[in-house]
């Protein structure tokens, strides 16, 4: 109990960049003043800045795979808690299966994404060059798909809660991050496939070091759920969710005097003693519409 008490979702997205980073400083400082710029026997003719992979497929070999193992899942862990705590209402919920969709879709790639580093980090560069340059694109492609879904769930999140600011501002952060990675991503492609290959080691550090940045921005998707602790304070389950798993017979069980019926839509019925009168809600089951519609109006007219 006490060390639930401590702990907040938030602090997940915050460990795993940590990691992240103190991995990315340690293997760059390694190469710069450990080694003193060491020439790798898996860099190319005529290049003097390491790859990432580089440093990572000699002695730090170690740190690189543990490194790498840790802040993936860990992040996977995040997209995890994200969803949790959105179904368990200490987050916005998610009031459609398209939102839940982009959210499993978000996990999916974050996965692939997470194998892929694994992988990679596995099968260096010096010993294993052509698998690993298979799992480097599928890790930049997982993580890159995986934030444009959870872009897109939070776009939508936004524009049905315009009061949670918040929503808005991960959502800018992410698109700034797709946006920015690839056009970096372009660049890191192009110069490795034209063999300029101290401008694409380059890049492949710029690139690791803004991945940091992505991962802390779940710290503002998860902070919120600081103020959820007590179970009254959380959000209610969407109202047309619940009552849409009702269909028709829903209907049935709605205020039939001047009030209205909860089935695959509402049907609203104003009937007074004196004689009654009828109005269809459109977006509603027909059948039941008309029904509810008689209802009202033969028990006003009585």
């Known amino acids: 109990m006490a060390l639930r008490s401590y702990f907040s979702y938030w602090m997940i997205p915050v460990f795993s960049s940590l990691v992240w980073l103190g991995m990315l400083l340690g293997l760059l400082l390694h190469w710069i003043v450990g080694t003193h710029r060491r020439v790798y026997p898996s860099m190319n003719e005529g290049q003097k800045i390491a790859y990432i992979s580089d440093v990572g497929a000699q002695e730090l070999k170690p740190l690189f795979i543990a490194g790498s193992a840790v802040v993936t899942v860990t992040l996977d862990l995040a997209f995890v808690a994200e969803r949790w705590l959105r179904h368990r209402g200490r987050l916005v919920r998610n009031s459609?299966?398209?939102?839940?969709t982009l959210v499993a879709l978000t996990i999916?790639?974050?996965?692939?994404?997470?194998?892929?580093?694994?992988?990679?980090?596995?099968?260096?560069?010096?010993?294993?060059?052509?698998?690993?340059?298979?799992?480097?694109?599928?890790?930049?492609?997982?993580?890159?798909?995986?934030?444009?879904?959870?872009?897109?769930?939070?776009q939508?999140?936004?524009?049905?809660?315009?009061?949670?600011?918040?929503?808005?501002?991960?959502?800018?952060?992410k698109l700034t991050f797709i946006l920015v990675e690839l056009v970096l991503a372009i660049v890191f492609a192009a110069t490795t496939f034209t063999h300029h290959s101290d401008i694409a080691a380059v890049f492949e550090w710029v690139i690791a070091f803004i991945f940091t940045f992505y991962i802390l921005s779940?710290?503002?998707?998860?902070?919120?759920?600081?103020?959820?602790?007590?179970?009254?304070?959380?959000?209610?389950?969407?109202?047309?969710?619940?009552?849409g798993s009702n269909g028709i017979g829903g209907a049935a069980n709605g205020h039939m005097n001047g009030g209205h019926a909860n089935g695959g839509g509402m049907a609203r019925g104003g009937g007074d003693s004196g004689g009654g009168s009828g109005d269809i809600d459109v977006d509603c089951w027909p059948r039941t519409c008309m029904w509810t519609w008689r209802y009202t109006y033969e028990d006003g007219a009585e």
């Open 218 to 243: 779940f710290v503002i998707d998860l902070l919120p759920a600081i103020h959820t602790r007590d179970p009254g304070a959380r959000f209610e389950k969407p109202h047309d969710m619940e009552e």
């Open 108 to 154: 999916v790639f974050a996965i692939i994404g997470t194998c892929g580093l694994i992988l990679l980090s596995i099968f260096d560069t010096w010993r294993h060059p052509r698998l690993h340059d298979i799992f480097l694109l599928l890790f930049i492609a997982g993580y890159l798909l995986s934030a444009v879904f959870i872009c897109w769930e939070y």
């Open 96 to 100: 459609s299966i398209g939102e839940r």
């Open 156 to 173: 939508r999140l936004g524009i049905k809660h315009r009061d949670f600011r918040v929503l808005r501002a991960s959502f800018w952060v």
